[in-house]
């Protein structure tokens, strides 16, 4: 797992690490410049060959300043440097201001337009310092044209011009991946500011993981400079997230790499050794009926081969011979229309996985009503886990606080932004403005008192306590054919099955795990997956883990 630190957090780290003594604002800033030229060598081993050619496009703050760094430095290392600032020189931050003083000694600096990018001498290496984590309104159209115009400029080879970006790509909110210009005037079409290559300082942002950050910032890269390690204790691994910080969801441990095996592979009940089927679990999902059975099929067969030591299908009487016909491994029981729960699940179920394929309507709200109402009796020494997905949660769309009522802290909601969308319309997407999805989850999740699973390539797990992770299938860990019918009743029954043993770690653990399953099956099986292919990809995936 690794902190992610929104931009007002990223300063707070910055100003204790000056306040202490121990660095200055100029030598983070020389740091940060420095991080910046060793990430493009790094990634482009033929910049660092020969001298080339750059243009640095400098902003108004300390993003800019920076930029004024990298100036120097690779005019230091012989190359030609071009610089453009938007913005006064007079009105900079003190830091940025000293820099752009000692690059003064060495060249002059144009203003930051079009018509003088349009006029500049074909670079090698254009970087982008124009805007970082002080970002608070949309690009200046100043800016939003120069950025442009780069890419209509009539310099021979263009495409193979590098582009680099300090912090990010300049418009994209660091807090929230949104970029806002682009929101506002094109209906939400990315066109702003491509770069290849985003580095950043310290720890990453939400912003480069959620909403339009994987798509702006080619590739991100963290350049430590020298602010200390990030308490690992809020890392610690099978632990709850830190109440104020999110975190990302990897195999990563302070910093390093975790050998799969540990993570996720020790949090998987059966890669301990012992046990019996119940130890492992006893998962009941609720199915629909004749003709409506396959999303509750999916989910069941995630949970069996996540885990669970037994899953049972519950349907209506009509729906019990399609489901017979499809269903070997997993148990089959029917649930007359007025007949009660207990009738069917006794004390041993240790989680329920309701919703996908089950209908807007009372009776789903009356079985989710039974199934929150459950305790964990004799034979289990804590609540079961209850999933809510798809239909359980559209069912109480008119009336949310009736469902909140009733859930208890081993429940998990599993919306996608629509589901979302009906149960917190306050917080839906349309509605969020500065809002990152982060913290629209845990707002959301404080108020359902359970933890929420916001769907989506960027996929936001928060508790009632402020605890969030988020989950990105982005970057290298793409997985556009997730976008499937049927993936999220997938990811419903893997939740399930993981947190369904009575050792399982705490729940956002198990959705952690869950959710980064999810994306290794669909990555493992590739192009052309539907949704049944994920659950029959997870041996594979487990053998590669090492269990
Ligand atoms: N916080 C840290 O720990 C470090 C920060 N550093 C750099 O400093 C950057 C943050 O610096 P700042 O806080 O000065 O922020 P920025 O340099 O990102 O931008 C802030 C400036 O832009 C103006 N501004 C914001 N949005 C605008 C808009 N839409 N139109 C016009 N003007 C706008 C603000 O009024 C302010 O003058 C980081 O992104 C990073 O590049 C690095 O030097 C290393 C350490
Ligand atoms: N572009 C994408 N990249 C990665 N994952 C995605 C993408 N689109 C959707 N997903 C994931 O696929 C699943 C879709 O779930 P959902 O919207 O509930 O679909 P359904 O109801 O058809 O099962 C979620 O887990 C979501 O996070
Ligand atoms: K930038």
Redesign the pocket.
Known sequence: MTELLT?AQ??A??QA?MDSGTVT?LE??E???QGVIDAAFSHWPELAQAAHRALVLC????????GFVIARLLKEAGWEVDPFL??DAD?L?P??KANHQRWAAMGGVMELTAENLQAAVRPDLIVD????????????SV?QQAFSSLGRNKWKGRTSIRRIA???PSGLN?DTGMVPHDLEKTGGVISTNLTQLTVT??TPKPGHYLGAGPLVCGAVVIAD?G?GPSDPERSMLGQPPDDRRARLVEPVFAGSNLPPRIWPGSFVSKSRRNGHKFNHGHVMVFAGGVGRGGAGRLAARAALRAGAGVVTLVCPPSALIENACHLDAIMLRALPKDARLDSVADDRVTAFCIGPGLGVNDRTRDLVAQVLARRGGTRAWRDPVVVLDADALGSFAGDPVALFDQCHPRTILTPHEGEFARLFPDLALSQRGDLSKIDAARQAAARAGCTVLLKGPDTVIATPRGGASLHAAAYDRNAPWLATAGAGDVLAGLIAGLAAPDTSADLITMAEIAAYLHVECAASFGPGLIAEDLPEELPKVFRAIGL
Not at 59 to 66: E, L, V
């Open positions: 931009s990223m300063r780290v910055e690490a604002g983070l800033m740091r940060a410049g902003g108004p703050g300390n993003n800019g300043g920076d938007y913005g009105k931050p830091d940025a310092a124009v805007f970082g984590t002080g970002l608070t309104r949309p690009l200046p800016v300090v912090d990010c660091l300082f310290h400079i602010l």
